[in-house]
């Protein structure tokens, strides 16, 4: 079971390594006694070298921290090992055209902490970049050496093989924001997904080609077919493809094309009946001898065209004021608005800040927050029933809470959320991570609080005994 320390488990079995020969026997194995290792794939160099992140002892600390490992591919001995002091590798090694090793760490204590490093094929530390917070992306390198990246805090790099910054973008924060690694098309387009749903297409220069939001949650690399066609999943369990950015056009854009095509086809359907109509009125108006009455021919003649032409204006009236008007109903009565354009009618959920402090998500693929008043809290907290809270579903089902998440009360309410993890130091304050994929900084009151009644809040190592 892995990780004991969050189990409250003694861990059943150590992590192995293992190589097989292609008729599926065992090669080698190996093992050091500890939990195994953080990356996703083994890393293989020109010479066949085996490249992993793992646990391995460190002398200095008598425990296992995580290092990258270099191992024979022959017989699974170890070549070299390298450990950022006081850092966390998580994911696999990218291996550069001339043999360069790229990864990122975390702080062991504190993610915030954290450097993106460059190692020559022997294992030393050629340079280091720091970033906003830890990563466990597989870099991605370019044709030309350009590294991407992105790291938990939302921001996405592009440096040059040297380690220096060409450009960056700042995404939306969130608990683990970018986990989702870069993939690179042919053309240079460089795409990745965030954790707060939002799929992103790059230009190399760092420019946004497109955006799409998928519903849900991205972790997950993607996946670059030979037609260029770009696949992704979700952590809700969607997969989805995309093409060029025409073929990206949402629901609402897509309907609006049926509707112009079948529009159209409606107008070419009046003329043919008005054709017909107006040569069969002329035949019986020449031929005198089937209606010799021609004022009566010609009253048909005109009553024809006068229903012709209240079709099209009914039409005209349904198609451009009704169908409109019925459509913005329909919508006003899903999302609670009466027609107030402010941002914080009625949203379809809240997210809490920490110290009583909410925001949602606003702009047209929700890319941005927005801090509410306490006004603005009150009236959604009175007017709205669907709006989701956040940690504990609906405003419905928060009894006695008045639909407010516990970590986000003030102090001394006496009533919080315990985090699954804290990270910090006493130095740099200490922070929480919740199951909302939320974080925020706890305060003084707070933190003794979930001192005293969070017992399986996982905490930084060198505070854990004192808390388990």
């Given amino acids: 079971m892995y990780p004991p320390r969050e189990t409250k488990k003694p861990m059943e079995k150590p992590g192995y390594i293992y190589a097989f020969n292609p008729d599926g026997s065992e090669k080698w194995s190996f093992t050091n006694g500890s939990a195994g290792g953080t990356s996703g794939v083994p890393s ?16 200095s600390k008598q425990t296992f921290v995580s290092k990258i490992v270099a191992f024979n591919p022959d017989n699974g001995a170890i070549k070299w090992r390298f450990w950022p002091k006081d850092g966390v590798p998580e994911g696999s090694v990218t291996i550069g055209k001339d043999g360069t090793l790229y990864f990122g760490a975390k702080g062991s204590d504190d993610p915030r902490i954290a450097f993106f490093y460059a190692l020559t094929p022997e294992g030393k530390e050629k340079w280091k970049f720091p970033l906003t917070e830890g990563m466990s992306v597989t870099p991605g390198v370019a044709n030309d050496g350009t590294i991407y990246i ?46 707060t749903k939002m799929f992103y297409a790059l230009n190399p220069d760092g420019t946004e ?63 043919a009946v008005f054709a017909i109509i107006f040569f069969i009125s002329i035949f019986l108006y020449v031929k005198r001898s089937i209606f010799a009455n021609r004022k009566k021919l010609l009253l048909i003649f005109i009553a024809f065209l006068s229903l012709l032409f209240l079709t099209d204006i009914f039409a005209f009236y349904y198609t451009n004021f009704y169908s409109k008007q019925k459509e913005v109903s329909n919508n006003q009565e899903q999302t609670g608005d009466s027609g107030n354009s402010s ?21 047209e693929k929700n890319e941005e927050r927005k801090e509410l008043s306490q006004d603005e809290v009150e009236k959604i907290r009175k007017t709205c029933k ?52 939320t974080t925020h900084d706890l305060l003084s009151e707070e933190l003794s609080w979930v001192k005293s009644n969070c017992p399986n809040a996982t905490w930084p190592e060198q505070y ?5």
């Fill in 44 to 59: 293989i160099t020109d010479d066949g070298t085996l490249i992993i992140t793992g646990n391995d002892m460190e002398q």
């Fill in 150 to 195: 992105g790291d938990w805090g939302g921001r996405f790099y592009a440096l040059t093989s040297e380690g220096k910054e060409k450009w960056h973008i700042d995404t939306p924060k969130a608990y683990e924001a970018l986990s989702s690694s870069p993939a690179i098309g042919s053309e240079g387009t460089v795409y990745f997904g965030s954790i």
């Fill in 209 to 271: 080609k497109w955006k799409y939001d998928t519903g849900g949650g991205i972790v997950s690399a993607p996946a670059i077919g030979s037609d260029g066609t770009v696949y992704v999943t979700t952590t809700g369990g969607h997969l989805f493809a995309f093409g060029e950015k025409k073929d990206a056009v949402s629901t609402q854009s897509s309907e609006k094309k049926i509707s112009a095509g079948s529009n159209k086809l409606y107008l070419i359907g009046e003329i």
């Fill in 343 to 363: 941002d914080v009618s009625c949203p379809d959920h809240i997210y809490n800040m920490g110290a009583g402090k909410y925001y949602i998500t606003i702009g």
């Fill in 386 to 437: 669907n709006t989701v809270w956040p940690n504990k579903g609906n405003k419905d089902n928060n009894s006695g809470n008045n639909g407010q998440s516990p970590s986000a009360q003030q102090p001394n309410s006496g009533k919080y959320l315990c985090p699954h993890h804290i990270y910090g130091t006493e130095e740099n304050g200490f922070y929480g991570a919740y199951t909302d994929m």
């Fill in 464 to 468: 854990r005994k004192d808390k388990n």
